[in-house]
């Protein structure tokens, strides 16, 4: 499979082969089932599959334009819809879409969201309301993506590493992680926290700051900040994000994001 998808990818006209498309479909339906995932740990890192990422990309083209009719509602695109949901034990709730192509592991539960194809996301999970996985996307079980969450997609730019969500997170509401961030096991982000890449992720836990880009360490709370930064036209605030301390080891792990900065005196 894999040399058949790297081959496509630098030749767009295998696309145009039978053998080819029924490759990228087998690969789709691996990922719908959770048999094959974009990136997936390895011990305590991860792994990222880039050419399920390219297959992914790929099962665009080789797909045709269709109306797709729900009830009263009418849609049109070149992917389907997800079905089936009571077979996969998942809950649900009206208007809650996520496509083919993406796993929504038994006992997650989506409120009015969204799930987009390659998206990885595991049992016991809350999408909560308006909140959006994006492409490849990978979220760990017991994750609470609050309202209004923006987990950020692969697809357009094609980024060499996904979003991932690591076990038992909690992302407080409109939150935004996008361009292959990863959140650690446990970890907290409050309300409006937003994470790129080139974010400044600032330790203040200890008498000096220490600064990380790209990742949130395990158990850790975050909450937005900024520092000063200068400019030609002069010195202006520029976002940042803040660690102000640790889940405690007594912390029920399904504790309310209130309850978790209050621990560390954080107005809610």
């Known amino acids: ?29 691996g990922i719908d089932k959770g048999s094959i995932r974009v990136a997936e740990p ?7 599959n ?5 297959a992914v990309v790929m099962y665009f083209p080789i797909r045709q334009m269709e109306t797709i009719e729900v009830g009263p509602f009418e849609f049109h695109d070149k992917m389907a819809l997800k ?3 009571k077979e996969l034990g998942v ?20 409120m009015p969201s969204y799930v987009n194809i390659g998206a990885y996301v595991d049992s016991g999970t809350m999408v909560d309301t308006w909140a959006t996985v994006g492409s490849c996307a990978q979220v760990g079980k017991d994750v609470h993506l609050s309202g209004g969450v923006g987990i950020g997609g692969v697809l357009e730019p094609l980024q060499a590493a996904p979003v991932i969500i690591e076990d ?22 409050g309300a409006n926290v937003v994470l790129t890449k080139s974010t400044k992720i600032i330790d203040v836990t200890g008498k000096e700051s220490k600064e990380i880009r790209g990742y949130v360490p395990e158990r850790s709370v975050v909450i937005p900040g900024s520092y000063t930064k200068t400019f030609p036209a002069g010195d202006f605030q520029v ?11 007594s912390t029920d792990l399904k504790t309310s994001l209130n309850d978790a900065l209050r621990t560390h005196n954080v107005a809610v």
């Open 1 to 29: 499979m894999k040399e058949i998808i790297e081959k496509a990818w630098l030749n767009r006209e295998l696309l145009k082969d039978p053998s080819t498309v029924k490759v990228i479909e087998e690969v789709i339906e």
């Open 168 to 189: 038992g997170a909690f992302i407080g509401s409109r939150c935004i992680v996008v361009e292959g961030v990863r959140v650690g096991k446990e970890a907290v982000l």
């Open 91 to 110: 809950r649900v709730v009206p208007h809650a879409i996520a496509r083919y192509g993406a796993y929504v592991a038994s006992g997650v539960i989506m």
């Open 239 to 249: 976002p940042c994000a803040l660690i102000i301390g640790q889940r405690k080891a």
């Open 50 to 54: 880039e050419w399920v990422k390219k």
């Open 83 to 85: 079905t089936n949901y």
């Open 42 to 48: 390895n011990g305590d890192d991860w792994i990222v």
